[in-house]
C-alpha cells in the first residue's frame, strides 16, 4: 500500500488525537468482560430471574450492533467530533446510572443505554482516524493502535474486573466509563477536527428503521440459537431479518444520499476486507467461548487466573496488528492476511489436541497462534475497508467494519457454540453412568452445578464431553482459516500494488 504523495504527514497533534481516540476503544473492550465476572455479585443484590440475567449480559451487545450503521451514518452528516462527544457524555451518564442501579429492570435500561451510547464510539473513533491520518501508511499504523487498543482491553477486562471485585461492590465495573469520557470530553475540541459530509443531506428514518429491523433480529436470532438451538422460531427470526436486509438494501440504491454506500461492495478488496472481518471475529468468538470455559470449568481456574492465561493470546494479536501495516508498506497486504489465516489454520489445528487431563499448555500456544494470525486482517482489513471510501462516507465505512465484526462474533459463538454444545451432548449421553442428574446431560456448566464430588466419574465425563467439542469447534476453525487464506490471496491480490517505475515505462513504450 503506497502512501498519496499529496497527503499530509500527521503532526504532534494528531498523534496526541490518536492517544485521546484510544481511550474508549480501550475502555469498550474492558466493559465487554468485566460484567461476567460481576454477574455472581450483582445476583446476590438484585436478585434477576434467569431470563433478566440473559437479558442483562444481552442487550448491550444487541444496542451497539444495531446502532452501528446508524450512528456511523449519523456522524458523517452532524461531524464526527460532535457526535463522539455526545456519545462519550451519554455513556458516562448512563456508566453512573447502571453502577447504582436499584433493580434488575433499571439494570436492563441503563445496559441498552450504555449500547445505544456505545454504538457511536467505534465508528466515529474510525472515521476521525480516516480524517486526521491522510497518508495511508501513516493511516495503517494508526488503526493498528486502534485494533491492539480494543485486543489489550479485552485481555485487561477480567484483570481489571477481578481487582475492583476484590475491594468494591459490583457497580465499582460500570464507573470505569465515567474518567476515560471526562478526558474525552475534554481533550477532543482540542486535539480532534471536525468533519461532516457537506453534501449529506437528512437522515433517512426510514432506513433506519430498516437497519434496525435488519441487524437486531439477526443477532438476536442467532444469540438464541447458542442457547436453545437451532429449532424453527430462531431460524425464522433469523430470515426474518435478512429479508428485511433485502428491502434495506433496495431503498439504498435508489436514495441519492443513502443510508449505507451499497456501491463500495463492487470493489473486491472491500467485499473481501468485510468478508474477513465476519469469518475471522467468528473465529475469534468460538474459540474464545470455550477456552474460557475450559480454562475455568475444566482446569479449574479462577475467572482472574484465566484472564491471565489469556494475557498472551491478547499480546499476540497486538504485536501483529501492530506490525502488520509497517509492513504493508513493503509486502502486498493480501498476502500478509493470507499468511496470518494460515497461522490462524495451524493454531486452531493445535487446539484440537487438547485433553481434558493436561490441555492448559496446548491451548494456550494454539490460541496464542489464532489470535496472532488474526491480528493482521483486523488491522489491515480494518484499513482497507476505511481507505475505499471517500472521506465523507468514512463513518459509513466505519460502521460497515464494526457491525461485520459484531456479527461475526455472535456468528461464531452461536453457530459454532451449537455445534460444541451437539458434540458434547452426544458424547455425554453414552458417557454418563445410571442415573446421572438431566443437567448434567446438556452442558459442562449444568454438570457442575448439581455434581458436588470434584472426582466424580460424572463430572469426568462432562470433562471429556466438553474438551471434545472444543476440539471439533477447533477442527471447524481451522477449516475456517484455510478459507479465509484463500479469500485473501484472491480477493487482495492486487492490492497495494507497487507503482510502476519510470524505466518500466520506458521500456514499455519502446516495446509497442
Not at 480501550?26 to 438484585?46: M, N, Q
Not at 491522510?134 to 487498543?149: L, N, Q
Amino acid at each position: 500500500m503506497s502512501s498519496d504523495p499529496a497527503a499530509t504527514t500527521a503532526g504532534r497533534r494528531e498523534w496526541l488525537g490518536l492517544a485521546v481516540l484510544a481511550l474508549p476503544t480501550l475502555l469498550l473492550a474492558i466493559d465487554l468482560g468485566v460484567l461476567y465476572l460481576a454477574l455472581p455479585k450483582l445476583s446476590e443484590d438484585l436478585h434477576p430471574s434467569s431470563t433478566q440475567i440473559l437479558w442483562i449480559m444481552d442487550i448491550y451487545a444487541f444496542m451497539t450492533a444495531g446502532f452501528l450503521v446508524t450512528m456511523g451514518t449519523l456522524g458523517d452528516r452532524i461531524g464526527r467530533r460532535r457526535l463522539l462527544m455526545i456519545g462519550a457524555t451519554a455513556f458516562g451518564i448512563a456508566s453512573v446510572l447502571a453502577a447504582f442501579s436499584s433493580s434488575a429492570e433499571m439494570l436492563i435500561v441503563t445496559r441498552a443505554l450504555l449500547g445505544i451510547a456505545g454504538a457511536t464510539l467505534a465508528p466515529s473513533t474510525l472515521a476521525l482516524i480516516s480524517t486526521m491520518f491522510t497518508d495511508e501508511g501513516e493511516r495503517g499504523k494508526a488503526i493498528g493502535v486502534w485494533m491492539s487498543c480494543f485486543m489489550a482491553g479485552t485481555a485487561l477486562g477480567p484483570v481489571v474486573g477481578g481487582v475492583l471485585l476484590q475491594w468494591f461492590w459490583w457497580g465499582s465495573v460500570f464507573l470505569l466509563g465515567v474518567p476515560v469520557m471526562i478526558v474525552l470530553i475534554v481533550a477532543a475540541p482540542k486535539l480532534l477536527p471536525e468533519y461532516r459530509d457537506p453534501n449529506g443531506g437528512k437522515l433517512d428514518l426510514l432506513s433506519v428503521a430498516l437497519s434496525l429491523a435488519t441487524i437486531l433480529p439477526v443477532i438476536y436470532g442467532i444469540k438464541e440459537i447458542a442457547h436453545d438451538g437451532a429449532g424453527v422460531s430462531q431460524l425464522a427470526i433469523v430470515a426474518a431479518g435478512l429479508g428485511v436486509g433485502v428491502i434495506f438494501v433496495l431503498r439504498q440504491r435508489k436514495l441519492a444520499n443513502p443510508h449505507v454506500d451499497v456501491g463500495l461492495f463492487k470493489f473486491p478488496a472491500f467485499s473481501g476486507a468485510l468478508g474477513m472481518l465476519l469469518l475471522g471475529p467468528a473465529v475469534m468468538g468460538g474459540v474464545g467461548l470455550f477456552a474460557n470455559q475450559f480454562l475455568q470449568m475444566v482446569e479449574n481456574l479462577s475467572p482472574l487466573e484465566a484472564g491471565l492465561w489469556a494475557v498472551p493470546s491478547a499480546l499476540a494479536t497486538v504485536a501483529s496488528a501492530m506490525y502488520a501495516p509497517a509492513l504493508a508498506q513493503r509486502i502486498r497486504p493480501g498476502y500478509i492476511v493470507c499468511a496470518g489465516a494460515v497461522i490462524l489454520a495451524i493454531g486452531a489445528l493445535v487446539l484440537t489436541q487438547v485433553t481434558a487431563e493436561s490441555g492448559l499448555a496446548t491451548l494456550v500456544i494454539g490460541m496464542t497462534l489464532v489470535f496472532f494470525g488474526f491480528g493482521p486482517m483486523a488491522s489491515l482489513g480494518t484499513e482497507l475497508i476505511i481507505g475505499a471510501a471517500p472521506e465523507e462516507k468514512a463513518g459509513s465505512a466505519a460502521s460497515m467494519s464494526e457491525t461485520s465484526s459484531e456479527l461475526g462474533v455472535a456468528l461464531g459463538v452461536g453457530i459454532l457454540g451449537a455445534v460444541g454444545t451437539a458434540v458434547y451432548r452426544s458424547e455425554i449421553a453414552d458417557a454418563l453412568p445410571p442415573g446421572a442428574p438431566d443437567a448434567a446431560k446438556d452442558t459442562l456448566a449444568g454438570a457442575i452445578s448439581v455434581v458436588t464430588d470434584g472426582g466424580s466419574a460424572v463430572l469426568t465425563a462432562a470433562r471429556t464431553a466438553f474438551t471434545s467439542g472444543l476440539t471439533t469447534v477447533a477442527l471447524v476453525c481451522s477449516g475456517i482459516g484455510v478459507v479465509l487464506a484463500i479469500l485473501a490471496a484472491s480477493l487482495l491480490r492486487r492490492v497495494g500494488a507497487p507503482e510502476p517505475s519510470a524505466e518500466t515505462e520506458t521500456a514499455a513504450v519502446e516495446v509497442a
